[in-house]
């Protein structure tokens, strides 16, 4: 899994639907998921950490887990099929029982901000989904990986 964290929302030019960008730790690789309005509005309250004055949905169900004693642990982005993502809810009540709850990307993730729990993508996800930020650090990497290759002779491989 990939740990990754919220880089915002950016509005698709052809037709302004919101895109949810989420960036690894490293800025590497990000991940670019289409939400809804609502959700892309609700992530950005969160982001700026601005309280309305009644609950949102995403405040509602974070109050409604507080009360019944269960804390989000973590969410995973766990599949994509279709162009659909998958994801999940990781939650811990108070005796320590851990559940796993079906979500949306959007609404798992404007969860995990205003409980401040880790989102992590899986793998799978990254190597078919992501793409990459920093080509330039990707193609420094690549050339000092080719000279070690270049470089390396079998006798390298035995003990002396």
Not at 6 to 13: E, K, M, R, T, W
Not at 34 to 46: D, R, Y
Not at 86 to 107: A, C, H, T
Not at 116 to 122: D, E, F, G, R
């Amino acid at each position: 899994m990939v740990i990754m964290k919220v880089s915002g929302i950016v509005l698709d030019p052809q037709n302004k639907t919101p895109i949810m960008v989420l960036r690894d730790l490293e800025d590497r690789r990000a991940l670019l998921i289409w939400i809804g309005s609502p959700e892309a509005n609700s992530i950005m309250l969160a982001m700026e950490n601005i309280k309305l004055p009644r609950p949102s949905t995403h405040d509602l169900i974070v109050n409604i887990l507080k009360t019944m004693k269960y804390d989000v642990k973590s969410i995973y982005i766990t599949d994509m099929q279709d162009g659909t993502f998958f994801s999940k809810i990781n939650l811990v009540n108070s005796q320590g029982k851990e559940f796993s709850i079906d979500s949306r990307p959007s609404d798992a993730v404007a969860i995990a901000i205003r409980t401040k729990a880790n989102i992590y993508v899986s793998e799978q996800v990254m190597a078919s989904s992501s793409i990459p930020i920093d080509q330039t650090r990707d193609e420094q990497e690549a050339q000092e990986f080719k000279k070690f290759i270049d470089s390396v002779k079998p006798s390298d491989f035995f003990k002396s």
